[in-house]
């Protein structure tokens, strides 16, 4: 499988990874890690076409699917797995460093900032 | 009393008539997930790390009901995110009652004395406020100050104008039972119908992955908050599921008894776990390999005590047998004593 980096990742993070499968069984290893990421990916066809968006579910049966939210458009895209030719981990991964020991251990000012940014964010979106 | 006689019947009813139809596996809560958007961003949260896009995405009223009518458990609990944010809450809720189901709306509160108006008191809604303990506990597991405040504030005001009110509270492995116990106390005071407890637990994708507790741990700690305990304190939830907390009896996971539906469909295999997606209850049902899940068949179920798992398990106790439902009776009539 290949593994190029294009972004730096964080911490052996798969953020900022793209990884272009030579087997099937990479291909479901790098679909289920996909699958377990909290962030976008953008996935490339073997038609050459790009889907970038959240992978929310898969089926490994005899006919093997992801499911795609795509960012840009409304309602959610079946793609098989023979489809696929690469997949890169270009969203932000939403859960990275949100981690309870990571809020404990940062400074108070530290949290302070985040606890308004977060209630400055959902103030905005007039949910506060 | 601290569920009403008429919920009460309805699910004893409901359980009943599974029984004699013979249908062995069958939903007690239908969760409902309308969006993933929240206005609090509680570090450990596993339920509100997604892109924006995902965020912005909700259920229809339709698409809740219809979840609703297919899965046709008696009671529907409504958590997210944060369900106040959906502007179309108040029309799924009044859709939701008109269908006679016992529908607990969970809401960190922040936004509920605003929108009381929008809402009609029921028998069929409760609203269940997230509280995590006194005012401390409670802003620091919420990550920011004053919450507890506009909880206890919003919560005045619904008992105030005739809602059924209870709290719903996650313990976590440095909860202190003393503080737990006086927080019961004001909960109380405060006149909340009941409360629900439950421990955490390590979602597969949440980033806090060590402050949840062990199975062992649970037990300590919840024998030593609910031992003894108060004859005010009124719990909306099974008595012999807190039994099962504190360690008096065994459950295996009845993992069906809490079917989960989001934006992404029918989650498999239950609310914690998120192994995959259907389009139909049934499908749900019928494609889960329900054997391959619970203590000793899965590592993720290994330390897993959450009442989305193990009440329905409690219930199934109770409608049984004769000898659960006397345990039922007994571990309601003398709470904190060991029902045999």
Same mark, same amino acid.
Not at chain 2, 46 to 63: A, F, M, N, S
Not at chain 2, 172 to 180: C, E, H, T, Y
Not at chain 2, 181 to 198: H, T
């Given at each position: 499988?290949?593994?190029?980096?294009?972004?730096?990742?964080?911490?052996?993070?798969?953020?900022?990874?793209?990884?272009?499968?030579?087997?099937?069984?990479?291909?479901?290893?790098?679909?289920?890690?996909?699958?377990?990421?909290?962030?976008?990916?953008?996935?490339?066809?073997?038609?050459?076409?790009?889907?970038?968006?959240?992978?929310?579910?898969?089926?490994?049966?005899?006919?093997?699917?992801?499911?795609?939210?795509?960012?840009?458009?409304?309602?959610?895209?079946?793609?098989?797995?023979?489809?696929?030719?690469?997949?890169?981990?270009?969203?932000?991964?939403?859960?990275?460093?949100?981690?309870?020991?990571?809020?404990?251990?940062?400074?108070?000012?530290?949290?302070?900032?985040?606890?308004?940014?977060?209630?400055?964010?959902?103030?905005?979106?007039?949910? &506060? | 009393?601290?569920?009403?006689?008429?919920?009460?019947?309805?699910?004893?009813?409901?359980?009943?008539?599974?029984?004699?139809?013979?249908?062995?596996?069958?939903?007690?809560?239908?969760?409902?997930?309308?969006?993933?958007? !929240?206005?609090?961003?509680?570090?450990?949260?596993?339920?509100?790390?997604?892109?924006?896009?995902?965020?912005?995405?909700?259920?229809?009223?339709?698409?809740?009901?219809?979840?609703?009518?297919? !899965?046709?458990?008696?009671?529907?609990?409504?958590?997210?995110?944060?369900?106040?944010?959906?502007?179309?809450?108040?029309?799924?809720?009044?859709?939701?009652?008109?269908?006679?189901?016992?529908?607990?709306?969970?809401?960190?509160?922040?936004?509920?004395?605003?929108?009381?108006?929008?809402?009609?008191?029921?028998?069929?809604?409760?609203?269940?406020?997230?509280?995590?303990?006194?005012?401390?506990?409670?802003?620091?597991?919420?990550?920011?100050?004053?919450?507890?405040?506009?909880?206890?504030?919003?919560?005045?005001?619904?008992?105030?104008?005739?809602?059924?009110?209870?709290?719903?509270?996650?313990?976590?492995?440095?909860?202190?039972?003393?503080?737990?116990?006086?927080?019961?106390?004001?909960?109380?005071?405060?006149?909340?119908?009941?409360?629900?407890?439950?421990?955490?637990?390590?979602?597969?994708?949440?980033?806090?992955?060590?402050?949840?507790?062990?199975?062992?741990?649970?037990?300590? &700690?919840?024998?030593?908050?609910?031992?003894?305990?108060?004859?005010?304190?009124?719990?909306?939830?099974?008595?012999?599921?807190?039994?099962?907390?504190?360690?008096?009896?065994?459950?295996?996971?009845?993992?069906?008894?809490?079917?989960?539906?989001?934006?992404?469909?029918?989650?498999?295999? !239950?609310?914690?776990?998120?192994?995959?997606?259907?389009?139909?209850?049934?499908?749900?049902?019928?494609?889960?390999?329900?054997?391959?899940?619970?203590?000793?068949?899965?590592?993720?179920?290994?330390?897993?005590?959450?009442?989305?798992?193990?009440?329905?398990?409690?219930?199934?106790?109770?409608?049984?047998?004769?000898?659960?439902?006397?345990?039922?009776?007994?571990?309601?009539?003398?709470?904190?004593?060991?029902?045999?």
């Amino acid at each position: 499988m290949t593994d190029s980096t294009y972004h730096t990742p964080e911490g052996g993070a798969l953020e900022g990874r793209l990884f272009r499968p030579a087997t099937s069984a990479e291909q479901v290893e790098v679909v289920e890690q996909a699958f377990d990421y909290r962030g976008d990916v953008t996935l490339e066809l073997t038609s050459g076409e790009k889907v970038e968006g959240y992978v929310f579910n898969r089926e490994t049966g005899d006919e093997p699917f992801l499911q795609i939210y795509p960012k840009e458009r409304s309602g959610l895209r079946t793609i098989r797995y023979a489809d696929l030719a690469a997949i890169a981990f270009t969203g932000k991964d939403t859960a990275s460093g949100k981690s309870w020991e990571a809020w404990v251990a940062k400074k108070e000012s530290q949290r302070r900032a985040e606890a308004e940014h977060a209630a400055a964010e959902a103030r905005a979106r007039g949910h &506060l | 009393m601290a569920v009403p006689v008429s919920q009460m019947y309805t699910v004893a009813k409901y359980v009943l008539t599974q029984k004699i139809r013979g249908v062995r596996r069958y939903p007690l809560v239908l969760m409902i997930e309308p969006l993933f958007r !929240c206005n609090l961003a509680c570090a450990g949260c596993g339920k509100i790390q997604y892109p924006d896009h995902v965020l912005d995405k909700r259920l229809t009223p339709e698409q809740c009901w219809a979840a609703a009518d297919e !899965c046709g458990a008696p009671m529907v609990s409504i958590p997210g995110g944060e369900p106040l944010i959906h502007p179309e809450m108040p029309e799924i809720i009044r859709g939701l009652v008109a269908r006679k189901k016992y529908v607990y709306l969970c809401t960190n509160a922040i936004l509920l004395e605003r929108k009381l108006d929008e809402y009609t008191p029921s028998k069929y809604l409760t609203l269940s406020i997230h509280m995590d303990g006194l005012q401390e506990e409670h802003d620091l597991a919420v990550c920011r100050d004053g919450v507890y405040d506009v909880a206890v504030k919003a919560i005045r005001a619904a008992l105030k104008r005739g809602f059924r009110v209870t709290t719903n509270t996650t313990l976590f492995d440095d909860a202190n039972p003393k503080r737990v116990r006086a927080f019961f106390d004001e909960m109380m005071k405060l006149g909340v119908e009941g409360m629900m407890i439950s421990p955490g637990y390590s979602y597969q994708k949440a980033p806090d992955q060590k402050n949840f507790l062990k199975r062992n741990r649970t037990r300590d &700690l919840f024998a030593r908050i609910l031992s003894d305990r108060k004859r005010t304190w009124r719990f909306n939830q099974s008595p012999l599921f807190l039994e099962f907390l504190m360690g008096r009896r065994e459950y295996q996971c009845t993992p069906w008894g809490n079917p989960t539906y989001n934006i992404f469909g029918w989650q498999k295999p !239950c609310y914690l776990l998120q192994e995959g997606y259907v389009r139909t209850f049934q499908e749900l049902l019928n494609a889960t390999n329900w054997e391959d899940y619970g203590v000793g068949r899965n590592d993720k179920c290994a330390d897993c005590m959450v009442h989305c798992g193990y009440e329905a398990s409690a219930v199934e106790d109770t409608f049984g047998s004769w000898s659960g439902f006397g345990r039922t009776v007994k571990a309601t009539l003398m709470p904190g004593h060991l029902a045999r």
